[in-house]
């Protein structure tokens, strides 16, 4: 069984940065991003496949990126020019197989215990 263990939230101004990791005890192909702030449904924010990123939410391209290290088996989320409505739970997702929409909760079977982020104006 697969686990995933994130890391790297905390509290930063708007306009600020934060990297968040997750590290995997396996190898899944298929992983993702996924965020759930105060009162709101959990959504996608990135996804990728192997090393390369598949997707990114409209409201983080730009900003965000989402990127592998096989070595390390880490996942990343570098994100950029934070804003207020960045804050949130921040969840990594993975799956070893993908039949729709890789921003799509339903779509992972794997997931890690969530990371937050604050994000003060």
């Known amino acids: 069984q697969v686990k995933l263990v994130e890391s790297g939230g905390g509290s930063v101004q708007a306009g600020g940065s934060l990297r968040l990791s997750c590290v995997a005890s396996?190898?899944?192909?298929?992983m993702a991003w996924f965020r759930q702030g105060p009162g709101k449904e959990r959504e996608g924010v990135a996804a990728?496949?192997?090393?390369?990123?598949?997707a990114y939410r409209d409201s983080v391209k730009g900003r965000f990126t989402i990127s592998k290290d096989w070595d390390k088996n880490t996942l990343y989320l570098t994100m950029n020019s934070l804003r207020p409505e960045d804050t949130a739970i921040y969840y990594c997702?993975?799956?070893?197989?993908?039949?729709?929409?890789?921003?799509?909760?339903?779509?992972?079977?794997?997931w890690g215990q969530g990371t937050q982020v604050t994000v003060a104006s």
């Open positions: 990728i496949r192997d090393q390369e990123p598949t």
């Open positions: 997702a993975a799956t070893f197989t993908l039949r729709g929409d890789s921003l799509t909760a339903n779509e992972y079977n794997i």
């Open positions: 396996g190898y899944p192909l298929y």
